[in-house]
């Protein structure tokens, strides 16, 4: 199979052993996309979409729509580890008997910037567009020219942020340990992981990946002596020690030092200590902060823009000691004293929440 490789792939259709079928949801789709020099694979056979995941380092945006049998559907994960900077647009089947916070956990799973879901109902298919932070875009539509139109939409404004990569530059620093942040961390960690059950209807305490929200705990950082260290990816902060922490240089793009990279959320905290001389801690985590402005506009998780929202919000260079509700993500805490904790409360985010990113339905 000789896919081109420009700066779109279009995949959909069933693929299995004995050669799959094309899909005409998907064909409708992709004609109401203008989707110029795109790869465009409808169907086949299962070995053909192997290759495909291989050769995902071709392409900056993939949308990936193709069905698998149950047990094969774990590819898809592999789409990101191929290519951790391209925008995925992934897709899954669901019922009624499927949780929302299921959802989410399989749109984590697999790295995805945005999802597709095809609900089915009674033999009848609808759509919707959602994505791991639990915003959606779109509701159910049984129309699929619509929804492919505001696919392209949707993932045309995403896509349209900046990722800073991450890029290891030596060995693993020592961690000064600050027992106290340390402290106010865990206990962080804990009172948000129950308002993030709460919000998505789990009554038990979520100790485990399959529930968990991207920085589902808080995305912890602080500076010592002129460095910075943040939590480093998939953490769980409610047992965070000075080990759970990487060290990372002052300037943009993101270098750390060690194996495991830090929270992907790294670049904004960067550019925010850069901003703010008198900050030594952030915290982040997807609950939002009882009285906190909110940002304006909408920013995916771990986009450098995110940062200049806060900055319009707190514009003073000197500004310590605040807090901001950021739009369809969560909050963020700027300390120079952690003893600014002591007032604050928080509240569920709603999810799943609607986004009106102009014009997505």
Known sequence: MGLHSGDTLFVCGTYDDQGGRPSKIGKTMFEQMHLPDTALQNG???GDLEDVVKSAWKWKKIYWLAKVDEERRSLSKRIKVVNEMAFLAGSMRTDAALSFADRIHYALERGANLMVEFYEDEGRYQGRLFDPLGNIFTEYLSDF???????????????????VPATKVGERKMVPVDEAF??????????????????????QPMGNASFRFRCQEGFPSFREEESIYVSRRHLDKRTAGADGFVAV???????????VPP??????????????????????????????PMTARFV?????????????????????????????????IVMEDLSFMEKIRYYPRRIPQYQDIGGAV
Request: a positive charge; proline letters at 3%.
């Open 145 to 163: 020219a619509v929804l492919g139109s505001a696919l392209e939409r949707t993932a045309h404004y995403l896509s349209g942020f900046t990722k």
């Open 300 to 332: 995916p998780c771990g986009r450098i823009e995110e940062a200049q929202e806060i900055i319009s919000l707190f514009p003073d260079r000197e500004a310590k000691d605040f807090a901001v509700n950021l739009k369809g993500h969560g909050s963020l």
């Open 182 to 203: 340390l402290r106010v961390v865990r206990s962080y960690a804990m009172k948000s992981h129950a308002k993030i059950a709460e919000a998505i209807g789990i009554k």
């Open 44 to 46: 086949g056979y299962f």
């Open 263 to 292: 929270s992907v959320d790294t670049a904004i905290q960067v550019r925010l200590y850069q901003w703010y001389p008198y900050a030594k801690y952030m915290i982040h985590g997807h609950v939002n902060i009882v009285g906190a």
């Open 249 to 259: 240089e002052r300037d943009l793009p993101v270098k750390y030092y060690g194996d």
